[in-house]
Every structure is written in structure tokens, then in C-alpha cells.
């Protein structure tokens, strides 16, 4: 039985409520046209921020690509110039005076042979190719005691925890001597010729070109040869390495890690024309990241303001579709005082009349957020599509399904709340009183 009543009421509410519509199509239309602008412009704009958010994110992305294939371009770069610029970092003993190896040209003091071992078998990443060698100027008695510079190398010590790399300076075999070109020229000296050095025989494996540097009067044999010559087994006076890529214009942090594992030296570094080339291209690949960083920041600034703006619009479509809906609401029940009070009289509790125009407000919320979003949609579809831009969406990627349902819920329940204190006006007038106000 109470089933029955409340379908009937219901049923009475409902014709109350299309009654009213029908009556009152313009002043119902025109609700509805104040809540579709209001939701339409807030809907477009929220369509264009996002529009521009994937817009910005994939001119990012383009750009990002663009980087990255440029640093990798420019790393594989860095490889073949670290190979090209040759040794350009010196390990030596930390009583070293770097005044005296500038004026003579070798260094004089000496440390274990092993520290090169000691280096290889560390966790070091920022140096590759490690050469121990021993250097003196001495005289060459057997060449009228002519001053050269005599250098012992063996091969490159390999680091343990890398992958085996190619040597780029070849060991001298035992028993083998290489020249500098200003000795082979004076000496009249040929690769293969027989030479002796302060009494032990050597073959003349290789004369190197001129270099135009203390080279082209220098003199190579195998490291134990010259050690055992210059009285100095076991001991080495230098450790010659390359700095790897990522350490390149780095020599503090190459110095750190060195000596963090040979804390009795100190390093240096040789700069030359390809190093110079290798920074110039660091620096460019520096520039290219802090250029998209820049870019990314701008582009964060801009869609900060453009999403306060957002807000703004968006807030001032609420309120202004609020305030027009319960503006037009209390015209409403001004206007119809009279009925208000021959439908009380007739029977119609209070409750019935909250209903009629609370739920009048909720479908003029439902249809303006639908044809409002519609609108909008159509709207940006239309913006998008005459901005020729290979970032521009398919209409497939602008609608929301999210957006929609989050404007048809919310609408509908704002127009009910600013429709609630006309309602309420509506039925608390006293019957008697309204129709004798009129």
C-alpha cells in the first residue's frame, strides 16, 4: 500500500514538473541556455589546456629524442678523440716537483712499479689504457755521449673489472730499441739495423715520424731493459692513462678517484688540440641539455598560467551559471505566487513543491552540462582542426569520458543546490496568504 502511495506521488511530482516545463518553455530554455555557456566554456577550456599539455609533451619528447640522439653521437665522438688525443693524463710520485718536469722534461723521483697493478685492480671508471714507464735524459756513449732521452715501456696494464680494450701504444719486444726521427736521421739509422746502448745490442724496430716534441730525440726499449740499465728495478717515475668520456674536463674528480686508491701521488693533465675538440663538443652537449631543460621550464611556466587562468574561468562559470540559475528560480516563484498558493490549497503538501523545483533545476543542470560539453566539444574539435600542426589530435583523443561524467554529475547537483533556497521559498508560503497577495 505505501508502494502505491509513493508511485503516485511520484507520478503527480513528475506531471507537476513537465507541466511546468511545458508551460514555461522559455523561461525554461533560457535556464538551460545559462547553464550550457557556463559548462560549454568551461569545458573548452579545460579541452584546450589539455590539448596543449599533449602538445607540449610531445614537442618535449621530439626534442628530448633529438638530444639524445645528438649526446650519443656526440659520445661515440668522445671515444674515437680520447683514442686520438693520445696519453693525457700523467700519474706521478707526489714529491714530484712539477717546476722541475716542466724546465727537464722527465720527471726524477719513482714509485713502485705495482701501484699500475694496484690501479688496474681497483673499481676506477675514470681512466682507460694505463702505461707505467720509466724516463731519464741520459747520454749515449756509443753515439759520441749524444743526449737523449731514454724511455721503458712494457704493455698496457689492463683494468680487471672491463671489458679487454685495444692497446694504443704497442709494447717494445725485448731486444728491440725504438727511434725518435731526429736520432734515426743524425745517426743514419734504418728500421733493422743493429745499435748498441750503453753496452747491451738492440735491433732498431721502428722509427717514429716527426712530432716536432722531445720525441724526435728519444729513445724506447722494453721496460725491465731500462730498468735494469738505469739502476732503478722494480720503480717507475710516471703511469701515462687516457681519461674515459664521462670524465673528460674533469680532472678533479680523475684526481679524487686516483687518489683515493694511490694516495702518495698526484695527477696532471696534458691538454692538447683533440682534447680541446672533445671539450668543445662537451660543451655542446651540455648546452643542447640545459637548452631543453630551459625549454621544459618555460613551457612548466606557461601551463602554470594558463591553468590559473583555467581556474579562473572555470570558477567564474560556476558561480556566474549559479547565481543564473537561482536568479531565474526566485523570478520564478515570484511569478507564480498565486499558483504556489492554489496548489496548496488544492492539497499539495510542501514537500511536492521542494520537489517541482528542485527537480526542474536538476534537469536543467543535466540537459545545459550535455548540450554544454557537446558544444564545447564541437568547439575545440573545430580549433584543433584549422590549427595545421603536426601535433595536432583526433577527436578521438580530445573527448573525455571522465570529463563528461565528472560535468553531468556535478552540474546537475550544483543547479540543485542553487535551486534549493528558491524551493524552500516556494513551499514555505502560507496558501492563504499568496492567493490574497494577488
Request: hydrophobic share 45%; with cysteine.
Amino acid at each position: 500500500m505505501i508502494t502505491i502511495q509513493f508511485f503516485v506521488r511520484m507520478t503527480n511530482t513528475w506531471h507537476l514538473i513537465l507541466s511546468e516545463i511545458y508551460h514555461r518553455k522559455f523561461h525554461f530554455g533560457f535556464m538551460v541556455f545559462g547553464v550550457m555557456t557556463a559548462v560549454a566554456c568551461s569545458t573548452s577550456v579545460i579541452m584546450l589546456l589539455t590539448i596543449h599539455n599533449v602538445q607540449t609533451e610531445q614537442i618535449l619528447r621530439s626534442k628530448r629524442q633529438v638530444v639524445q640522439n645528438h649526446t650519443e653521437e656526440l659520445e661515440d665522438q668522445m671515444r674515437k678523440i680520447s683514442k686520438g688525443m693520445g696519453f693525457n693524463i700523467v700519474i706521478l710520485p707526489e714529491d714530484q716537483n712539477l717546476n722541475e718536469l716542466y724546465s727537464n722534461n722527465y720527471a726524477s723521483k719513482f714509485m713502485p712499479e705495482s701501484y699500475a697493478s694496484k690501479l688496474a685492480e681497483s673499481k676506477i671508471v675514470t681512466i682507460n689504457h694505463l702505461l707505467p714507464t720509466v724516463e731519464q735524459r741520459i747520454r749515449w756513449p756509443e753515439r759520441n755521449n749524444r743526449t737523449v732521452f731514454l724511455v721503458g715501456i712494457r704493455g698496457q696494464v689492463p683494468i680487471t673489472h672491463r671489458q679487454p680494450q685495444k692497446p694504443i701504444a704497442q709494447t717494445v719486444p725485448l731486444g728491440q730499441i725504438v727511434l725518435g726521427s731526429e736520432i734515426a736521421m743524425v745517426e743514419n739509422l734504418k728500421v733493422g739495423d743493429k745499435v748498441t746502448l750503453k753496452g747491451e745490442k738492440f735491433t732498431v724496430s721502428q722509427i717514429h715520424n716527426t712530432r716536432g716534441n722531445k720525441d724526435d730525440i728519444t729513445i724506447w726499449i722494453h721496460l725491465l731493459t731500462a730498468q735494469r740499465m738505469l739502476k732503478k728495478e722494480g720503480l717507475i717515475n710516471a703511469i701515462w692513462a687516457i681519461e674515459c668520456g664521462c670524465a673528460l674536463t674533469d680532472l678533479p674528480k680523475i684526481t679524487r678517484e686516483i687518489l683515493a686508491y694511490l694516495p702518495d701521488t698526484q695527477v696532471i693533465e696534458k691538454f692538447t688540440k683533440a682534447q680541446a675538440r672533445a671539450n668543445m663538443r662537451m660543451e655542446a652537449a651540455k648546452l643542447a641539455k640545459k637548452t631543453l631543460k630551459q625549454e621544459k621550464i618555460h613551457r612548466q611556466h606557461l601551463e602554470n598560467e594558463r591553468r590559473t587562468l583555467a581556474s579562473s574561468v572555470i570558477s567564474a562559470s560556476v558561480v556566474a551559471g549559479g547565481i543564473w540559475i537561482a536568479f531565474l528560480s526566485l523570478i520564478n516563484v515570484r511569478d507564480r505566487r498565486s499558483e504556489i498558493g492554489i496548489l496548496r490549497a488544492i492539497g499539495i503538501g510542501s514537500s511536492q513543491i521542494i520537489k517541482l523545483f528542485l527537480f526542474k533545476s536538476i534537469i536543467v543542470g543535466f540537459l545545459g552540462a550535455m548540450l554544454g560539453y557537446l558544444i564545447g566539444l564541437l568547439v575545440v574539435i573545430e580549433l584543433n582542426a584549422s590549427a595545421v600542426k603536426p601535433s595536432s589530435l583526433l577527436p578521438t583523443q580530445i573527448f573525455s569520458w571522465r570529463l563528461m561524467l565528472l560535468i553531468v554529475v556535478c552540474v546537475p547537483v550544483m543547479a540543485a543546490v542553487s535551486g534549493w533556497l528558491p524551493a524552500f521559498m516556494a513551499a514555505g508560503k502560507d496558501p492563504a496568504v499568496a492567493l490574497r497577495e494577488d
